[in-house]
């Protein structure tokens, strides 16, 4: 595995909540590219770096720790939407993607995460959010 090749990662919020904003989070905190939610799934395409390990770096990417790496989606004000009923933020583990995978995806292919949009009060899933399903491989 080369420096610094850049991968595609996709992740897909399954159920969002409609009229809700969704955004990626860099590492400043600051929204990017906020969509509101109409009444079907949501995809963000996240660009991330892998480096010999593997490491995980970008724009978006998060660290906790010498190991866990991570995804915000922001959600309502995190997104920018101040009149929203919420204020959250999706975190998406990335640090444990499987090696076979990887391969995949620095060979050109997407890999992506299917989320659940929900969480038990109704509102927008929060905090960590396990895929419902494992990563795959998509065109």
Not at 62 to 85: K, M, N, T
Not at 111 to 138: I, S, Y
Request: charged share 20%; hydrophobic share 40%; glycine share 12%.
């Amino acid at each position: 595995m080369a420096a610094g090749q850049t991968i595609r990662l996709r992740l897909t919020i399954q159920d969002p909540v409609p009229g809700g904003a969704y955004s990626l989070q860099n590492k400043k905190s600051e929204a990017v590219g906020q969509v509101i939610a109409a009444g079907g799934p949501l995809s963000f395409d996240v660009p991330v770096r892998i480096t010999p390990g593997p490491k995980f770096l970008g724009e978006f990417v998060h660290s906790e720790g010498p190991v866990r790496r991570f995804v915000y989606i922001a959600i309502g004000g995190q997104a920018g939407l101040a009149a929203s009923p919420w204020s959250r933020r999706a975190k998406i583990d990335i640090h444990a993607l499987p090696t076979d995978l990887l391969e995949q995806a620095l060979a050109g292919k997407i890999l992506e995460a299917r989320l659940p949009g929900r969480d038990k009060d109704g509102g927008p899933a929060c905090a960590t959010v396990r895929p419902l399903g494992a990563w795959r491989v998509v065109e």
